[in-house]
């Protein structure tokens, strides 16, 4: 996730401090070489971001933030908004982009909330289907859905196979991209 160094400071650190907060790694899966700290008093921003309910919270954040003159990009608002577990693992300057903040974080997918897989999933799915039929107009249903279950079933192998690359034992339960 990347802010860049024209965005509001202040917004800026209200964020991480919301995403460490309530999205916070603390298994420390993965943690950047040159983490910066939200530069801000914590102790400020826990008085502006007060709410243990990371929905409650996160209007906190919003109208903090627009009171700054400024909004949450959309990008992190689309994060934010996708799942309850996403995972945050710090953040760092990326002097290759500009000196921008980049955060480091991760969703699983089966964590994406079930709307939001299924819009974005119908969405390629949908789209795949159209460049089919563009080629074979009489495809039919049942090809339909075996097309759908084929890319379910290379979706899990390419899971299991990044699991097994790490040493991990594939699991239905949990879901790496």
Same mark, same amino acid.
Do not use: W
């Given at each position: 996730?990347?802010?860049?160094?024209?965005?509001?400071?202040?917004?800026r650190?209200?964020?991480?401090?919301?995403?460490?907060?309530?999205?916070?790694?603390?298994?420390?899966?993965?943690?950047?070489?040159?983490?910066?700290?939200?530069?801000?008093?914590?102790?400020l921003?826990?008085?502006?971001?007060? %709410?243990?309910d990371?929905?409650?919270?996160?209007? &906190?954040?919003?109208? $903090?933030v627009? @009171?700054?003159?400024?909004? !949450?990009?959309?990008?992190?608002?689309?994060?934010i908004?996708?799942?309850?577990?996403?995972?945050?693992?710090g953040?760092?300057?990326?002097?290759?982009?500009?000196?921008?903040?980049e955060?480091?974080?991760?969703?699983g997918?089966?964590?994406i909330?079930?709307?939001?897989?299924?819009?974005?999933?119908?969405?390629?799915?949908?789209?795949?289907? %159209?460049?089919?039929?563009?080629?074979?107009p009489? &495809?039919?249903?049942? $090809?339909?859905? @075996?097309?759908r279950?084929? !890319?379910?079933?290379?979706r899990?192998?390419?899971?299991?196979?990044f699991?097994?690359?790490?040493?991990?034992?594939?699991?239905?339960?949990?879901?790496?991209?």
């Open positions: 996730m990347t802010i860049y160094p024209t965005y509001d400071h202040t917004a650190n209200l964020i991480i401090h919301f995403l460490k907060k309530h999205f916070n790694d603390n298994e420390g899966l993965v943690r950047p070489k040159n983490e910066i700290l939200v530069a801000d008093n914590p102790k921003m826990d008085l502006i971001l007060r %709410e243990d990371v929905k409650k919270d996160y209007r &906190l954040l919003k109208d $903090a627009r @009171k700054l003159g400024t909004n !949450i990009p959309p990008l992190v608002n689309s994060y908004n996708s799942s309850g577990a996403m995972k945050m693992f953040s760092c300057i990326n002097d290759e982009l500009g000196d921008a903040i955060t480091g974080i991760m969703i997918f089966d964590d909330y079930a709307d939001k897989k299924e819009r974005h999933m119908d969405a390629f799915i949908i789209n795949q289907i %159209e460049k089919l039929r563009g080629r074979f009489n &495809l039919s249903q049942s $090809a339909e859905t @075996k097309f279950e084929h !890319i379910e079933k290379t899990m192998k390419s899971v299991d196979s699991r097994k690359k790490m040493g991990r034992k594939a699991s239905p339960d949990v879901e790496f991209l």
